[in-house]
């Protein structure tokens, strides 16, 4: 038993630390929290999708030995593309920031009138591109396959017989992060009226997308 939780909470641990860097994933739940659109939807989803991944890879590619090299180079490139277009997309929102405004009750007339100042509303979002949108973010960007199947899959093989429980311990750990991180959005969504702060966000997810696609391709060398 304490070998199990032990090889229980490893796996936990190794998911949130992989996890945990502001990537395109963790990026857009912040973005939705922030515009107070679907939120949990996205957040249910994001994990769903996640969980799905680490049960491949423990209960897959890990029984498989991996991948092969020239797939896994496939993997890497495709996620340094990602990553850099992503990159490029804030890094366009830092240049031209605005305010995404919330819809704030008819009573408080004079947040209301500070909010309308600073830029338009968001574009609403319907349930179905919700699901869409957060399952675009977590199975197709390749870097998500790196970190999630291939990498908590090898690690689950040094576990033998444990590879399993190993294996639950990083979608339990995936689970807590994102609902961490979606009640994180769901408090700062009600606060971030600032124009500085969303340039400031959309400038550090634009420096963290370019600096792991240059970590990925050294990677390769």
Known sequence: MVLSFTTFTAGMVMSITLIMAIGPQNAHVLRMGLQRQHLWLTVAVCAVADVALIGLGVLGLA???????????????????????????????????????LDVPSSDTS???????????????TRRQAVLSALAFSWLNPHAWLD??????????????GSTTFGLG???????????????????????????????????????????????????V
Do not use: E
């Open 111 to 125: 947040s209301a009138s500070v909010n309308t100042m600073a830029s338009p509303r968001p574009q609403p979002v």
């Open 170 to 220: 990083a979608a339990a750990g995936s689970m807590l992060w994102f609902l961490v991180l979606g009640a994180a959005a769901f408090w700062l969504g009600r606060r971030l009226h600032s124009l500085h702060i969303w340039r400031a966000l959309d400038g550090a997810v634009a420096l963290m997308m370019w600096c792991t696609a240059a970590w990925l391709g050294f990677s390769l």
């Open 148 to 161: 999630t199947a291939v990498l908590i899959g090898t690690a689950s093989l040094a576990y033998g017989q």
């Open 63 to 101: 029984q498989l030995g991996g991948l092969s090299n020239k797939l896994h180079g496939a993997l890497v490139g495709a996620g340094m593309l990602f990553l850099t277009v992503y990159g490029w997309q804030a890094f366009q929102r830092f240049l031209r920031p605005r305010v995404l405004t």
